[in-house]
């Protein structure tokens, strides 16, 4: 904000705010009147102060308010399209844009992978235009969010988690977890924005690759996916689902499932959340297996993954009647 004076005899003129106070963070250069380096506020806020325009030989003063306002946020959570309208006279925004988690596998399976996250500060926008935008649904199946073991029907398996995105901004949904069962064969990890975790027994094909793609700009650091973990030697629990971080094994023998990818911790919500965790692999004997946020399988079926944070679905031990882990849906927020 310019503040700054003119004198018709030429004279160095020298500022200063002689009474009320400056916006939080902001000062005041005392040889152009240039006020610079407000911070942000939780709401409106007016700050009322003079400044004083000084020569050696004159002194000038005038009144000014600045309102600085709260940042904007908008989250949209319902999966499918939406539209959002850009304010007149708004060039760029904060958007972080999260996919759908995929679903585990069944039997020992691996978790479901997290959906591809990019959070991407300064996404340029036309003012007065729109951005076209999707969320991604989960990963679980038609008839519902969990599915059961023991089948060659792909109609009643996990599934992909879906894509979501803003403008041109693409999280590719998350990787279905490998499946084994006496009535199909063994399936490895599916690839996605984050790959799904591997089965138990599974000899070949391993975890699913993580497909989301640095977006470009920015220096390529904005977009995040990771591959599933892979089981390790047969007889292993099954693999976690990528996330933030790469999938983690399961280990031989001590009925722990692999533990999910860790998941990216941002405040653009105005609080700190986290978001794309990976899902935990199936564990033997019912035992617990960390889905990397916190959440534990603690039985026989496996474990939705939460809503709007595209977390994987953690898969249930083996056993013949368990029911897999559907995945979280995605979630798209807009911060100016």
Do not use: H, M
């Not at 946020?73 to 939406?82: H, L, N, R």
């Not at 996919?99 to 039997?107: F, I, K, L, M």
């Amino acid at each position: 904000f310019d503040a700054g004076a003119t004198d018709p005899d030429g004279d160095t003129i020298t500022y200063s705010v002689t009474s009320g106070s400056l916006p939080a963070g902001a000062s005041i250069s005392s040889s152009t009147g240039a006020i610079t380096g407000f911070s942000a506020v939780g709401s409106n806020t007016s700050s009322t102060f003079t400044v004083s325009a000084a020569t050696s030989s004159d002194t000038s003063t005038r009144a000014f308010t600045i309102a600085v306002q709260a940042p904007v946020i908008t989250s949209y959570t319902s999966t499918g399209s939406f539209t959002f309208s850009v304010p007149t006279g708004l060039t760029t925004v904060d958007a972080l844009v999260v996919a759908a988690g995929g679903g585990s596998g069944v039997d020992n399976g691996g978790g479901g992978g997290a959906g591809g996250l990019i959070f991407r500060p300064a996404f340029p926008v036309t003012p007065g235009g729109s951005v076209s935008g999707s969320v991604g649904i989960g990963g679980g199946v038609p008839s519902g969010n969990q599915a059961g073991p023991w089948t060659n029907n792909p109609s009643v398996k996990s599934q992909d988690g879906g894509d979501s995105t803003f403008g041109t901004l693409t999280s590719k949904g998350g990787g279905t977890g490998g499946s084994w069962g006496p009535s199909s064969a063994a399936t490895a990890g599916a690839p996605g924005g984050s790959g799904g975790g591997e089965c138990r027994y599974q000899s070949s094909g391993g975890g699913g690759v993580g497909t989301q793609p640095q977006q470009p700009g920015d220096s390529s650091t904005y977009g995040f996916g990771t591959n599933g973990g892979s089981a390790g030697p047969p007889g292993n629990p099954g693999a976690g689902g990528g996330g933030g971080g790469a999938g983690g094994t399961g280990v031989y023998r001590t009925a722990a499932g692999g533990q999910g990818g860790a998941g990216k911790v941002y405040a653009i919500s105005g609080s700190s959340v986290t978001y794309a965790f990976g899902g935990a692999g199936g564990a033997q004997n019912n035992a617990n297996g960390d889905n990397g946020n916190g959440q534990t399988n603690n039985g026989l079926n496996g474990v939705v993954g939460q809503s709007n944070r595209g977390g994987g679905g953690s898969a249930g031990s083996g056993g013949g009647s368990e029911l897999t882990g559907s995945g979280g849906s995605g979630i798209v927020i807009v911060k100016y």
